[in-house]
């Protein structure tokens, strides 16, 4: 299991106390052979730490309603990832009447962002407690301080970023015909979730852009056309996808085992 070794207040505290090495503990360092991200003394700026390795994990950004569930369920199926969507555990907070419950309703329901400290800790625990070493996050980070939070918490970087880019008035159609029964599938707080997706999403996009991470996908189309672009994205990380199966017995992709 992974122990917590940053804290989570300040956000940006740049303590080179964190190890990685959680990362081994909660995987088990008989599938490090899978990991792909290396995290080096020099990306760290300072302290003396071993290279140790990271989950792989991909980042599934994109503008309400464009589509980012969806096409996650078809990676899923086809990769095997493990699928977190920080919306859902959010909405599970909501459900479960938890401490932060409430507040977090009252967000989602006028299109704000929840506190990164919620969002993350969330995320966190479900990576914790996961057996797999390969996820999807989907719907996260929202914002730049919620790329920061992760980064500091978490201690780790996405190899992959998904960008779904859809016009606005396609996401508005596809949401308010996606019949949920969501609190914040309706026109008013759609009409903010868009301005606010364009103020705090768009500078992450153009982060990882930056970083040549980033992988736009033109997100108008049949499911199946759109999932055509998704497949080749993956395609040079296949082998390391390979590997993830063979770890996770849980996975319904364990035929590749030997
Ligand atoms: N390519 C598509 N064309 C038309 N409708 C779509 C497409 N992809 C998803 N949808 C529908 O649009 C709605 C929003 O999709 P969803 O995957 O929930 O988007 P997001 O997670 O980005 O908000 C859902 O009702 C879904 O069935
Ligand atoms: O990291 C996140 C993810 C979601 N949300 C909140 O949860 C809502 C729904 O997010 P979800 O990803 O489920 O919506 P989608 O984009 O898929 O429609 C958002 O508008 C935010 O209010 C948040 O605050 N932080
Ligand atoms: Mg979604």
Redesign the pocket.
Known sequence: MWRRVASLSPMVSSSSTRSLSRYQAAFGLSVGESFSTEISKQEEGSGLRPKEKAPFITFVLGG??SG??TQCEKIVETFGLTHL????L?RREIAMHTKNGDMILN??KD????PSEV?VKLLQKELESSNSSKFLI?????TEE?RVAFERIVGADPDVVLFFDCPEEEMVTR?LNRNQGRV?DNITTMKK?LKIFEALNRPVIDYYKNKGKLYTINAVGTVDDIFKQVLPIFTPFEEQLKQSRRVNPKSPLVENSS
């Open positions: 309400p309603g980012k569930g969507s920080a919306g859902d959010l967000l989602i299109g704000k962002i929840v969002t989907d719907g996260f980070p929202r919620n949401v914040d979730r």
